[in-house]
């Protein structure tokens, strides 16, 4: 950030359960050159279910720094995550509990892992027996020194000095941490024996912890002195990774070194913008990866709109959890061959018609994944998935809209990825004032419905989605919300009533769950309330 006086956002939000969410901003310039700003979220909530609470906690604090000759710039992050997440392994499968009228109260309905009880925990601890804690934290510096030409602005009371950089010389060093864990202090043994093989167990502990140190050096070259939206980027980075395996048993040392590149054209006219990057691994553990990148944008005209044409190819070793290593790799031996994804795609963007047409083609081959709750497979064989967009406002009459988004996806072959054929989202509603000069607001309904599909079943221990083919999902009714959003000046609110589809007629109780992955519905309707507000001291 680069402010003239400090800024400040505060943002609240309240749901059904005790579901909170509080986020603070602040920002401001210590010196004309130097700014600094610190920002933190958190999000609680217990869940509507047994062995269901969470509680995430993440924060960033950084700096920007700028010589006063403007040549030399530093840049400062510091950013931390926490996650506690309790794992229930859903309901349990051996009654409808979810049409008894015994367990309307769906906190009673008894699931799979955890105690039997209902989800717990304060603001800084999710307090579970059984769940995954997800810790990071990234410490990073960049500097950069720019070689270029001054010039200056000439008013009738000061002069502006100006730089316009040529040459950039970049260094940047970052320091993260990454420790993954799951823990379950009273573990089922029937259940652990029948999907993980883990026989009598007296506590389940599974631990990855990984340590990174990246060190890159960068060049980059202003073909436009004028347009720093122009630049050629070129550089190279030494990555030491230190990993710590099976609780601890287990060290390995790796190392990776990357060369990478980048040209960047931001037009003025907008008529050929131009994106274009890449890396490789030249030596080293991921030795052979490699990613390619390119965009090409252009305005076609003020009044047809924008054309976005663009190409991704990746080669990459599969994620270290298909790696025999690991703490969490519990599966029979396999071997894995790099993994390699091609996209091509394109996008249409009509601004005055109000609509955005896109499509996207992938090419996948050596395809990961795990076949069941403890087995990782590669699906070899190349297969292709399209995947067309649209978005589209139509303005029904007055200020009225009908916002719509729909998606068509389609497969080829045998791969083990499921996807609904269609997908669509919508929101008919009012946008305007009423009449009040400092007042926007908006409300209606919201809708979104997917076609039948088999969806990814998911594994508590190895916090891993799985492919399973044999339960097939379907919406009842469309899933159903009500909104209102305003916002005067500085001060933004919203009020949203969601899943308001599950109301049983019989009973007028919002207990007609959806399951959206086996074993794991949705919650009945729930109430949110939240504020933003933006103020400058």
Do not use: C
């Amino acid at each position: 950030y680069n402010t003239t006086r400090p800024f400040s956002q505060l943002n609240y939000q309240l749901g059904s359960r005790l579901e909170q969410i509080i986020e603070l901003m602040q920002t401001q310039n210590i010196l004309p050159n130097w700014n600094a700003a610190f920002q933190y979220r958190l999000i609680n909530a217990p869940g509507f279910f047994q062995n269901q609470n969470t509680n995430h906690n993440n924060y960033r604090f950084n700096s920007w720094y700028q010589s006063k000759n403007k040549r030399y710039q530093n840049f400062l992050v510091v950013i931390g995550n926490k996650l506690e997440s309790a794992e229930n392994g859903g309901i349990r499968g051996d009654g409808n509990y979810l049409d008894s009228v015994e367990f309307n109260l769906r906190l009673s309905i008894p699931t799979q892992l955890g105690v039997n009880s209902a989800g717990r925990g304060g603001f800084f601890s999710g307090g579970f027996t059984t769940g995954s804690r997800y810790t990071t934290a990234s410490y990073l510096m960049r500097q950069q020194y720019d070689l270029g030409q001054k010039d200056s602005i000439v008013t009738d009371s000061s002069v502006i000095p100006l730089f316009y950089p040529r040459l950039r010389m970049e260094h940047t060093i970052n320091y993260r941490t990454y420790n993954y864990r799951f823990t379950d202090e009273a573990p089922d043994s029937l259940y652990y024996d029948n999907h993980y093989g883990i026989v009598d167990p007296s506590r389940i502990f599974r631990q990855d912890y990984w340590k990174e140190l990246l060190n890159d050096f960068s060049l980059y070259q202003f073909p436009d002195a004028k347009n720093p939206q122009q630049f050629f980027k070129a550089g190279a980075t030494l990555q030491t990774l230190n990993g710590s395996f099976d609780s601890g048993r287990v060290k390995q040392n790796y190392h990776n070194v990357m060369l990478h590149g980048e040209y960047r054209n931001k037009t003025r006219n907008q008529k050929w913008d131009i994106n274009a990057y890449g890396n490789f691994y030249l030596n080293g553990f991921n030795a052979g990866d490699y990613n390619a990148f390119v965009s090409l944008r252009s305005l076609i005209s003020r009044n047809i709109g924008y054309l976005e044409l663009g190409f991704e190819n990746v080669n990459r070793t599969p994620s270290f959890i298909y790696n025999t290593l690991s703490g969490f790799y519990l599966g029979s031996p396999v071997d894995f061959n790099k993994e390699n994804n091609t996209q091509l795609f394109g996008v249409i963007d009509l601004p005055r018609q109000k609509l955005k047409l896109s499509g996207r083609y992938y090419l996948i081959t050596n395809y990961s994944y795990f076949k069941d709750f403890k087995q990782p497979e590669q699906y070899a064989p190349l297969f292709n998935l399209l995947q067309l967009s649209a978005e589209k406002q139509f303005r029904i009459g007055g200020n009225w809209n009908w916002r719509t988004w729909v998606v068509l996806q389609q497969k080829t072959g045998n791969a083990p990825v499921n996807l609904p054929l269609l997908f669509t989202r919508n929101q008919v509603g009012y946008d305007g004032n009423l009449g009040f000069k400092n007042l926007l607001i908006s409300f209606g309904l919201e809708f979104r419905y997917f076609t039948p599909y088999k969806a990814d079943d998911y594994s508590p221990l190895m916090g891993q989605f799985i492919n399973q083919q044999t339960q097939t999902f379907r919406m009842n009714f469309p899933e159903l919300a009500a909104y209102i959003h305003f916002r005067i000046k500085g001060f933004t609110a919203y009020i949203r009533s969601e899943n308001l589809n599950t109301l049983d007629l019989s009973t007028w109780k919002f207990t007609n769950n959806q399951l959206v992955a086996p074993n794991y519905p949705y919650p009945g309707m729930q109430i949110r309330v939240g504020i933003y507000w933006s103020f400058v001291n």
